[in-house]
Structures are given as structure tokens and as C-alpha cells.
């Protein structure tokens, strides 16, 4: 099983940033690729970010060029470096990881991280 806790979340003005960390614990194999999602009140959770095993990065078109994310495998923590934040970025932010198997990338176990609360006032 693992473990999932996000850190890093605030309350900051338009313009602002923030980074947010999720740190993964328990039986997290070779191959992962861990994600960023959030969901504002009234509204579907979203996908925002996501770094693979192999270190490539995605992101929604609503955050680039904004956002950044990284990871340190070392440590098995992802990071979300939020840069020029919006209103419209407000929402709780959920970590995701995902245990794949090595090469194909097929996903064989998926774990949630309890979310940590993004606000940005205008």
C-alpha cells in the first residue's frame, strides 16, 4: 500500500506563488508516474499536471507555462511549482500516484492523496 501527503498549499494574491509537495510512502515500486489534480467547489476534479516514470511532463493548457512540476526520486516526493497564480487556479489539490509496470506503462495500482487547499484572492 502507499501512502500519499500533500503540503505546500495557502492562500496567496493574484500574481502569487506557491509550491506544493507530495510525498508517497509504502510500497512504491520502480516504476510510478505521479500527478497533480484539483477541484474547485461545484466542479469536477481536473487534471493539472504529470510527470512519468521516465521523467516526462504534461500539462493542462490552463496552466502552462505557469506551472512546473518536478520529482526527486530519492526522496519519492513530486512537487507543483505554481507561478502567476489565478483566481481561477483556486481549488483543493489532490496528488496522484500510480504504481505501472515497467516498460509498458500499463497502471496497475492507483493511490489519492487527501488534498491541500490552494486560495488566491483577487
Known amino acids: 500500500r502507499v501512502q500519499l501527503v500533500e503540503s505546500g498549499g495557502g492562500s496567496v494574491q493574484t500574481g502569487g506563488s506557491l509550491r506544493l509537495s507530495c510525498a508517497a510512502s509504502?510500497?512504491?515500486?520502480?516504476?510510478?508516474?505521479m500527478s497533480w489534480y484539483r477541484q474547485a467547489p461545484g466542479k469536477e476534479r481536473e487534471f493539472v499536471s504529470e510527470?512519468?516514470?521516465?521523467?516526462?511532463?504534461r500539462y493542462a493548457d490552463s496552466v502552462k507555462g505557469r506551472f512546473t512540476i518536478s520529482r526527486d526520486r530519492a526522496k519519492s516526493t513530486a512537487y507543483l511549482q505554481m507561478n502567476t497564480l489565478k483566481p481561477e487556479d483556486m481549488a483543493m489539490y489532490y496528488c496522484?500516484?500510480?504504481?505501472?509496470?515497467?516498460?509498458?506503462?500499463?497502471?496497475?495500482?492507483?493511490?489519492w492523496g487527501q488534498g491541500t487547499q490552494v486560495t488566491v484572492s483577487s
Open positions: 496522484k500516484l500510480e504504481i505501472v509496470r515497467c516498460g509498458s506503462g500499463r497502471v496497475k495500482y492507483t493511490y
Open positions: 509504502g510500497d512504491i515500486t520502480q516504476c510510478y508516474d
Open positions: 510527470i512519468d516514470s521516465d521523467g516526462r511532463t
